[in-house]
Structures are given as C-alpha cells and as structure tokens.
C-alpha cells in the first residue's frame, strides 16, 4: 500500500452523493474483477506503446502500463482507507 495516506481532493464527479450507493462492496469486487479481467486481455500487448486518454482530461494520455499501475496503486489507496474506517473506535462491531 502507499505509504502516502494523505487526503487527496476528488474531482467533483466522482465524490460521494448525498445517498449511499447500493451494495457498494460487491460493486467494488465486480470493478476489481473487471480490472483483473482488463490486465489479462492486455496480455501480449506492448504496455508501452497502447495508449489512451485520462479519465480525468483527454489532454492527458498515457500508455496502458502506466495506466495499469495507477489504477492498482489507486485500488491500494482505497485498502488504506478501508483500514483507517475499520480501525475507527466507532466502526460498527459483530
């Protein structure tokens, strides 16, 4: 995991909305799952060469490795916040 635990601001459109998003753990599984499945179809592929835009700007572009790896370290920062919650006096206990 990062050892960076420091607060990033999210663009405005992928903060949370004021509702509670349905089942979010098993939509987190299904987007890692699909990630997993992403990584795998790019096999044999040149990492370095298959490039695509950022989510974030279309001015932004990046080769698919780079892009693979921001998004493992971005799933590790999500651990990392999972932690901190769970850690939390006031997280709920079974």
């Known amino acids: 995991a990062p050892d960076n635990a420091r607060k990033l ?3 405005a459109r992928w903060r949370p909305g004021p509702q509670p998003r349905a089942n979010p753990v098993e939509a ?3 987007l890692r799952e699909r ?3 992403l990584i795998g179809q790019a096999e044999g592929r040149d ?3 298959t490039r695509l835009s950022s989510p974030v700007s279309r ?3 990046m080769n698919l490795g780079d892009t693979f790896m921001a998004m493992v370290v971005h799933t590790q920062r999500h651990l990392g916040q999972i932690a901190r919650l769970r ?3 006031e997280f709920p206990r079974e």
Request: net charge positive; glycine share 0%.
């Open 9 to 11: 601001p999210a663009r």
């Open 28 to 30: 987190y599984i299904d």
């Open 35 to 37: 990630l997993i499945t």
């Open 47 to 49: 990492l370095r060469r």
């Open 59 to 61: 001015l932004i572009r």
């Open 87 to 89: 850690a939390h006096a």
